[in-house]
T-cell receptor, first 112, second 112 residues
């Protein structure tokens, strides 16, 4: 079945450090890929998405590139801020299905 | 505009009692999803509605769980004879045409 695997956290970084959160997937067909973010005390919100191979999603300085050959969608940011501290979820949706499959989430803590 | 709302925000109940959780999706969103987020776990898909019908109920963990949606809008998730393992945050999301989901703030359920 469809599945998403992302690196376990927590990830602790100093402010202005580089961030990579790995995400790989298994799916039938050509899924759309997403990163959602959950800030402390808030609901999940879409961070970025990519709908086809080689697409790059970007938002708030975060980027992720849809790599079909490696079935990956790693989240990157060149310089993290304390305000980026949150839980990040990688997710996929296969076009023939409405269900979205989420990874287990990676907690990021950025310290000043 | 108004986002997805859920009520109650917190619910404490005794083992064996029934609970009802409510979700008000964004107006005009035809798809509605329920997820469960347990401590330290990712998002577990429960059920998906398209309009008032539920083409995918595959995630409901047992027959104690049921959900309905009326008027293509409000949805209610009912848990009968609650157990301690039902304690979790229950998230609702809605979606227009397309894969992006908009999440509510969740209902935190604690079964004593």
């Amino acid at each position: 079945g469809d599945s998403v695997t992302q690196m376990e956290g927590p990830v602790t970084l100093s402010e202005e450090a580089c961030l990579t959160i790995n995400c790989t997937y298994t799916a039938t067909g050509y899924p759309s890929l997403f990163w959602y973010v959950q800030y402390p005390g808030e609901g999940l919100q879409l961070l970025l998405k990519a709908t086809k191979a080689d697409d790059k999603g970007s938002n708030k300085g975060f980027e992720a590139t849809y790599r079909k050959e490696t079935t990956s969608f790693h989240l990157e940011k060149g310089s993290v801020q304390v305000s980026d501290s949150a839980v990040y979820f990688c997710a996929l949706q296969v076009p023939s299905k409405q269900k979205v499959t989420f990874g287990t989430g990676t907690k990021l803590q950025v310290i000043p | 505009g108004a986002g997805v709302s859920q009520s109650p925000s917190n619910k404490v109940t005794e083992k064996g009692k029934d609970v009802e959780l409510r979700c008000d999706p964004i107006s005009g969103h035809t798809a509605l999803y329920w997820y469960r987020q347990s401590l330290g776990q990712g998002l577990e898909f429960l059920i998906y509605f398209q309009g008032n019908s539920a083409p995918d109920k595959s995630g409901l963990p047992s027959d104690r769980f049921s959900a309905e949606r009326t008027g293509g809008s409000v949805s209610t998730l009912t848990i009968q004879r609650t157990q301690q393992e039902d304690s979790a945050v229950y998230l609702c999301a809605s979606s227009p045409q397309g894969p992006t989901q908009y999440f509510g703030p969740g209902t935190r359920l604690l079964v004593l």
